[in-house]
């Protein structure tokens, strides 16, 4: 099925760091979810945006929904240990209820 | 708050035993979703339901059927289970309506030998 293309698909980040990462579509979403799944558990959901320019915060976490509609970024400020695990974007289009997700993004604490 | 919840977190089961996965959500929720997750290709959605007795197939139904006779409770079969069905399972529930945003539980993680 489709995919969003989620970059980067990993990054090593300092402890105190801000981290970006962002998803892309070929086709336009009328929702952007984001998700966190840490090892062994399933997805959690993080933010949901569901108009075009929206920017929702959830903590030290922020969301936007791209004004073109076909993308999406999360922002982590002030990095912390916990924050390691995987990030997931999910999108919805016109489709069922299927959502379309992009590949994650791991996130690594370095030593 | 949303709660899913899933049979097992761990099964062991071998070639061409019939495997049953279910999952329990608390929320009245109107669709639910059954995913596999491999490392590597992200999760693919097998198969979703948006009402009681209600199904359709998603993007890797082949091997598996579903039932739901209960709103909160979806079931996932794998009739003859094979090797290549060993993944991590989870399960997703959803309002429906305009609301896209699916609660996850836990997992299973499958192992068939």
Redesign the interface.
Known sequence: ?Q?LNQSPQSMFIQEGEDVSMNCTSSSIFN?W?W?KQDP??????LI?LYKAGELTSNGRLTAQFGITRKDSFLNISASIPSDVGIY?C?G?GDS????I????TKLIIKP | DVK?TQSSRYLVKRTGEKVFLECVQDMDHE?M?WYRQDP?L????IY?S?DVKMK?K??IPEGYSVSREKKERFSLILESASTNQTSMY?C?S?A?GII????????T?LTVT
């Open positions: 099925g995919q929702t979810l998700y062994g558990e399933g997805p959690v959901l949901a997931f999910a919805h069922n209820y299927q959502l997700w992009g590949a994650g | 899913v669709n979703f590597g992200g999760l693919r959605l979703f948006y359709e998603g993007d989870l997703a959803g429906g896209y945003e699916q609660y996850f539980g836990p997992g993680r």
